[in-house]
Nanobody, 121 residues
Framework: QVQLVESGGGLVQAGGSLRLSCAAS????????MGWFRQAPGKEREFAAA???????TYADSVKGRFTISRDNIKNTVYLQMNSLKPEDTAVYYC???????????????WGQGTQVTVTS
């Protein structure tokens, strides 16, 4: 089982940028498909971005063109670069690991504890 720890959240003004990190330990990191999800208050956890072992990526329409997922298999870390942030991006962001990358929460076996991102207008 892989363990995941997110960091990099914070408070930022609309239009600003943040980079989230997710450090993995345990099983071989490069084996996993990795995803980022987010959950706003009172809402379901929703997909944001995912990256395959091979490097392929997919994004939710709401973040496409603004967010970039990447991974460093040497550092066992996946990143989410978030640019042009909007107040509606405010949420707790979670990283997740699974056998394959997917837009579905059920495809992921391991989750981090989450990091708060707050975007002010």
């Amino acid at each position: 089982q892989v363990q995941l720890v997110e960091s990099g959240g914070g408070l930022v003004q609309a239009g600003g940028s943040l980079r989230l990190s997710c450090a993995a330990s345990g099983r071989t990191f490069s084996y996993y498909g990795m995803g980022w999800f987010r959950q706003a208050p009172g809402k379901e956890r929703e997909f944001a971005a995912a990256m395959a072992r091979s490097g392929g990526t997919t994004y939710a329409d709401s973040v496409k063109g603004r967010f970039t997922i990447s991974r460093d298999n040497i550092k066992n870390t996946v990143y989410l670069q978030m640019n042009s942030l909007k107040p509606e991006d405010t949420a707790v962001y979670y990283c997740a690991a699974g056998d394959k990358y997917s837009v579905y929460r059920s495809s992921y076996d391991a989750w981090g504890q989450g990091t708060q991102v707050t975007v002010t207008s």
